[in-house]
């Protein structure tokens, strides 16, 4: 989750093939150099894509500073212009953000509901619809908290939480993508459930043995990327609705933190109701 140095080779280029997303490690290998016929991507549209995967993946956080406009340039062996295009349009799309005289920073520009509100459960939304889905489930793993994520779950970043990445399809296509962080002290043995039959909801309430009260959200328009695109069938500038759920427990305890990536055109039906 803190900045990454890059490794050995002295100037790295950008990526030719996403790098798959490693949750309990904070840092991952400098960029490969593509090959000449990568296509017709653009210089620039490629940084941008790999500081994008790199805001997206949590290597990058909010208020973060990036490095300078020549140090990328150095970094990636481009020109300043380049670099200068790419970082414009991530500004465009409310990734980064710029303030005079200090740099440019990751924005964090999600709208909010105040906390109060009923946790929004999909399989819940999907059920009502009257849709039949399918979960898959990616990856799940117990690890140290990174330190975003330990901020998020009022929880020292030494502590495990457990790790879930699903997508649920309907009709055989991916609707979303949904990745989660549970600690563990407040939900023990959560994470030997099966999540392809048991609801998540269910599964917290049964091993925390408290019931699941409120949420915070927030949420913003946003473009898959590279790896969710992949995981969700569409292009990586295929727009998205990015979902944000901090949830808590009947004593106030923080039981998960979760990103939930809506394909576009999908419809959500839940209740949002003040306590």
Known sequence: MSDHKPSTSNKPALPNKPATAVPNKS????????????????????????????????????????ASEHKLAKRYSLSRGTVRKAISALIEEGLLKTVQGSGTFVADHAL????GV???????????????????????????APREVAQHLNIHPSENVMFMRRVRSVDGQPVMCQESWCPLRECPGID??????????DAVEQCSGRRIKTAQMRYVARVAGRQHGEYLAVDETAPVLLLIQTIFLEDGAIIEWSLTWLKAGQEILGTATQE
């Open 118 to 144: 009923r946790p929004l459960s999909f399989a819940a939304s999907l059920h009502q619809q009257g849709k039949e889905f399918q979960t898959h489930l990616l990856a799940k793993e117990v690890l140290l």
């Open 27 to 66: 840092a991952v290998a400098a960029p490969n150099k593509p090959a000449t016929a990568a296509g017709k991507t653009s210089l620039h549209a490629q940084l941008a894509s790999d500081l994008r995967e790199k805001i997206y993946r949590h290597e990058l956080v909010s208020g973060q500073r990036i």
């Open 112 to 115: 909010s509901h105040p906390a």
């Open 192 to 201: 030997e459930v099966d999540f392809t039959q048991v609801a998540a909801f």
